[in-house]
């Protein structure tokens, strides 16, 4: 099958380079010219696990092109689909421009029915703007075309993005056009050998799901670093508390890690937006506005353990800084705990010797040349004649560190450990203080 697909970033390169190697032509255009060019140079711009190995194949097979040519892009693809960003705007809304500028692309180009298929998270009401984008450029060019638009949010993670494509839990695929729903089942067969995995729904539905998702997931989170805020004030420990109510069926193990707090390009912006879209509806939704707060104030917890344990002064203090990306296996910092704790930290006159196995590139777009701010290659690279080691994204490399060396190295002999990698009493062992999250009285 032939499909087109918006935007080159994380979504729509992990569904051209999935969807190409099913034996789909898929051409993917962005309107980023340099994103564009190095792509076709073979140079995949961002980090995900297994993906370059999957564009480099289905280019050299030629069912995976990219272009910035927007004629040959819409022309190419029955299925046009949507996978551009929809960052917060200022009110917390999602901000649709470069939706609704794909919707006028696709309008302005094609000459025969298409299907419009929204990967991107987008409020409810969406699906109808961008019919209403399309509609009226075909009606400035005095055409009369048929198209369907259809919701089908995506629920990758960035880390396991590729396994997560090809194996999804579900596939939505929400419109009342029949036509659309068997285009789209078709295409998504290859994905559904194992059982059936596609939910068809009305396309507001659809929309709401993947928000309804994310912020289930971000409420787990908040709800755990709130008990575990309650557990440091009561004298508990927080992971003991984890493991006696994942043990419910009911609750499960999932998702209940307390931490420095959730952050990437989706759960921030998304919780934020379905709050918005319920008080524009004139609900007040008080559970989200508190997933947020609890998560806004979380990621300030490592740094108020810092001050606490120097005593309100950091000035001069040099912090060796594990993990820059929001999440392992990522080298996305969109939203990431580690911009917050790392701001507060040169605010607060102190260097960071940061270290991460894939995002220090993106640190160094972030903050380039910032004061206070060396970017390591590795781990002890970083320690290095530093004061204290934090640590704030859980990669495998930190989980079974040389406890010996960070005695040795670092200088106040202390470590505050933003995700509770370790078992206070082994770090307090090797003569090192131990700060983790919930897991001792403050
Ligand atoms: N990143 C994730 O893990 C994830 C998971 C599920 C859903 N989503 C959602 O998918 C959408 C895309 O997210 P992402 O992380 O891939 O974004 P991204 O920022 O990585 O990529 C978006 C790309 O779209 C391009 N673009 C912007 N306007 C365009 C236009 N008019 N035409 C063509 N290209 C255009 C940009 O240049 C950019 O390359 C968002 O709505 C996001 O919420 C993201």
Redesign the pocket.
């Known amino acids: 099958m032939r499909l087109t697909i918006?935007?080159?970033?994380?979504?729509?390169?992990v569904t051209g380079a999935c969807m190409a190697e099913m034996g789909n032509h898929v051409v993917c255009?962005?309107?980023?010219e340099a994103?564009i060019g190095r792509l076709n140079d073979g140079d995949v711009p961002?980090y995900e696990p297994g993906l370059e190995a999957y564009i480099a194949r289905n280019m050299a097979s030629g069912r995976l092109v990219f272009t910035t040519d927007?004629q040959k892009a819409v022309d190419h693809g029955l299925f046009q689909f949507v996978?551009?960003?929809?960052?917060a705007d200022e009110d917390g809304s999602?901000d649709l421009q470069?939706?609704l500028?794909?919707a006028r692309?696709i309008g302005e180009h094609m000459d025969e029915y298409r299907i419009v298929v929204n990967?991107?998270?987008?409020p409810v009401g969406t699906a109808d703007k961008v019919k209403a984008e399309i509609d009226s450029e075909l009606g400035k060019r005095g055409l009369e075309i048929e198209f369907d638009v259809v919701s089908n949010?995506?629920?990758?993670?960035?880390g396991a993005?590729i396994s997560d494509f090809m194996k999804p839990d579900r596939i939505i695929i929400g419109t009342d056009s029949p036509r659309a729903t068997e285009s789209l089942k078709s295409l998504y067969v290859p994905f559904n050998r194992n059982h059936d995995r596609v939910i068809s729904m009305d396309v507001r539905s659809a929309e709401l799901t993947?928000y309804a998702a994310n912020a289930m997931l971000a409420t787990k989170i908040s709800f755990m670093n709130e008990l575990a805020n309650v557990a440091e004030r009561l004298g508990a420990d927080i992971e003991k508390v984890r493991l006696g109510i994942g043990s419910d069926p009911r609750i499960g193990y999932h998702f209940i890690y307390p931490g420095a707090g959730y952050g990437?390009?989706?759960f921030p912006?998304?919780v934020q937006a379905l709050a918005k879209s319920a008080a524009d509806a004139g609900y007040d939704a008080a559970l989200l506005n508190a997933v947020e707060d609890v998560n806004l104030r979380q990621k300030h917890r490592i740094f108020e353990k810092l001050l606490a344990h120097y005593k309100g002064n950091l000035k001069g203090k040099t912090v060796a800084l594990w993990g820059l990306s929001f999440k392992p296996r990522t080298d996305?910092m969109?939203a990431a705990p580690s911009r917050v704790i790392m701001e507060a930290l040169w605010d607060a006159g102190a260097n960071v010797r940061a270290y991460d196995p894939e995002a220090t590139d993106a640190a160094a777009r972030l903050y380039p040349d910032q004061d206070g701010l060396e970017l390591c290659d590795t781990a002890y690279g970083a320690i290095e004649g530093a004061d204290t080691l934090v640590i704030i994204t859980e990669w495998q490399e930190f989980r079974s560190p040389d406890f010996v060396a960070l005695e040795e190295k670092l200088a106040d002999k202390v470590i505050f450990d933003g995700r509770n990698l370790y078992e206070p009493a082994t770090v307090e062992r090797h003569g090192l203080k131990y700060y983790a999250i919930g897991r001792g009285r403050v």
């Open positions: 918006f935007g080159s970033g994380y979504v729509g390169l255009y962005d309107i980023d994103r961002i927007v996978a551009v960003g929809t960052p999602a470069h939706v500028a794909a692309s990967k991107s998270t987008v949010p995506e629920f990758l993670k960035e993005a993947k990437g390009s989706c912006k998304d996305d969109r």
